[in-house]
């Protein structure tokens, strides 16, 4: 089993920046992929943005340019630095940790949640 905390959520106005964070922990393996995805209310979650533990990145169009992700391998923690945050930005943001070795290779495992709300 694998636990995933957040923090890092909140209210910012627009033009704003947010940080989101998350930590792993519990049967980590050594090849797995961290990221965040995002649901806004009546849509369906999307990728924000992937980190494998081999460093390959992946960004949604619409995060590219704003935001950045980050990894820390050995604290098994992945952040998420998103600048001149939009209205659009507004969601339920979900950290992602899905092993890509051993008995679980493929399984995701899901965050609790952080809201991220951008007023305009």
């Known amino acids: 089993q694998v636990q995933l905390v957040e923090s890092g959520g909140g209210l910012v106005q627009a033009g704003g920046s947010l940080r989101l964070s998350c930590r792993a922990s519990?049967?980590?393996?050594?090849?797995?992929?961290m990221g965040w995805y995002r649901q806004a209310p009546g849509k369906q979650r999307e990728l924000v943005a992937s980190k494998t533990s081999g460093g390959t990145t992946t960004y949604a169009d619409s995060a590219k340019g704003r935001f950045t992700i980050s990894r820390d391998n050995a604290k098994n923690t992945v952040d998420l630095q998103m600048n001149s945050l939009k209205p659009e930005d507004t969601a339920v943001y979900f950290c992602?940790?899905?092993?890509?070795?051993?008995?679980?290779?493929?399984?995701?495992?899901w965050g609790q949640g952080t809201q991220v709300t951008v007023s305009s």
């Open positions: 992602l940790y899905r092993p890509e070795s051993g008995r679980y290779s493929g399984v995701p495992y």
């Open positions: 519990g049967s980590i393996t050594s090849i797995n992929t």
